[in-house]
């Protein structure tokens, strides 16, 4: 165990899951602005086929939850935000400013990070 109290597996799921986050939603900044925008949002402007796409690879963080042992709970909600994503975000123009504020793998992150630190 490290100084988090989480075993280097743990450690190792919650930083591939932060990089994915990071990529997916937030990695590159907006000029003038403190939002940023990742790989879903550019991916996202292909309609439908795009956020599909960006959908299945957000499903990697609702498998290193259920890796994890995260309740069942958990796993709705990440899969509740994967869902809002794809199903707003395959609506054209909105769906692509929605993506600049609904990020739905840097929540997912977040839930992992709770449930793995709030043990």
Same mark, same amino acid.
């Given at each position: 165990?490290?100084?988090?109290?989480l075993s280097p597996e743990e %450690? #190792?799921?919650?930083?591939? @899951?932060?990089?994915?986050?990071?990529?997916?939603?937030?990695? @590159?900044?907006?000029?003038?602005?403190? *939002?940023?925008?990742?790989?879903?949002?550019l991916i996202g402007l292909v309609? /439908?086929?795009?956020? $599909?796409?960006?959908?299945? /690879?957000?499903?990697?963080?609702?498998? %290193?939850?259920?890796?994890?042992?995260?309740?069942? #709970?958990?796993? *709705? *909600?990440?899969? !509740?935000?994967?869902?809002?994503?794809?199903? /707003? #975000?395959?609506?054209? @123009?909105?769906?692509? $400013? !929605?993506?600049? !504020?609904? *990020?739905?793998? @840097?929540?997912?992150? %977040?839930?992992? %990070?709770?449930?793995?630190?709030?043990?």
């Amino acid at each position: 165990m490290s100084e988090s109290g989480l075993s280097p597996e743990e %450690e #190792g799921a919650l930083r591939r @899951v932060r990089l994915l986050a990071d990529l997916m939603d937030d990695a @590159v900044t907006i000029p003038g602005t403190n *939002k940023g925008i990742g790989l879903d949002s550019l991916i996202g402007l292909v309609p /439908v086929s795009g956020d $599909i796409v960006t959908a299945a /690879v957000s499903l990697y963080t609702v498998g %290193e939850a259920v890796r994890a042992g995260a309740d069942s #709970g958990i796993i *709705k *909600k990440m899969l !509740f935000n994967i869902a809002v994503d794809l199903g /707003v #975000g395959s609506i054209p @123009v909105l769906g692509d $400013i !929605f993506d600049i !504020f609904w *990020k739905s793998n @840097v929540r997912n992150a %977040e839930l992992l %990070e709770e449930h793995l630190t709030g043990r």
